[in-house]
């Protein structure tokens, strides 16, 4: 296996985990959860500091980082995408949505 990338998944049930470093697209890392182990290719770039899924998020599922809810995925992610304001949408402080049932 090549370089080993720094990362950070808090929670063993989150779906995502976070870069600490720049990581290339086509790089292959391994993330480590007290019993879970992920395995994935990326496929996007991911900047220090940005998510990465780590399993497959369904459409209009919850997304969770560091055990809490970060929002709801607005299509299909498939492990190793980046996750953010393309494919995510935050639940909180959506001042927009006021008065909208959820």
């Given at each position: 296996?090549?370089?080993?990338?720094k990362?950070?998944?808090?929670?063993?049930?989150?779906?995502?985990?976070?870069?600490?470093?720049?990581?290339?697209?086509?790089?292959?890392?391994?993330?480590?959860?007290?019993?879970?182990?992920?395995?994935?290719?990326?496929s996007?770039?991911?900047?220090?500091?940005?998510?990465?899924?780590?399993?497959?998020?369904?459409?209009?599922?919850?997304?969770?980082?560091?055990?809490?809810?970060?929002?709801?995925?607005?299509?299909?992610?498939?492990?190793?995408?980046?996750?953010?304001?393309?494919?995510?949408?935050?639940?909180?402080?959506?001042?927009?949505?006021?008065?909208?049932a959820?």
């Open positions: 296996m090549g370089e080993a990338y990362t950070v998944m808090m929670k063993p049930h989150d779906k995502v985990a976070v870069a600490l470093e720049p990581i290339p697209a086509g790089a292959e890392v391994s993330v480590v959860c007290e019993d879970r182990s992920f395995h994935i290719t990326l996007d770039p991911i900047e220090f500091g940005h998510k990465f899924a780590v399993v497959a998020i369904r459409q209009g599922e919850d997304i969770l980082k560091y055990g809490e809810v970060i929002g709801v995925a607005t299509r299909e992610i498939g492990p190793g995408e980046h996750v953010h304001i393309h494919n995510l949408e935050g639940k909180r402080g959506r001042g927009d949505r006021l008065g909208e959820r």
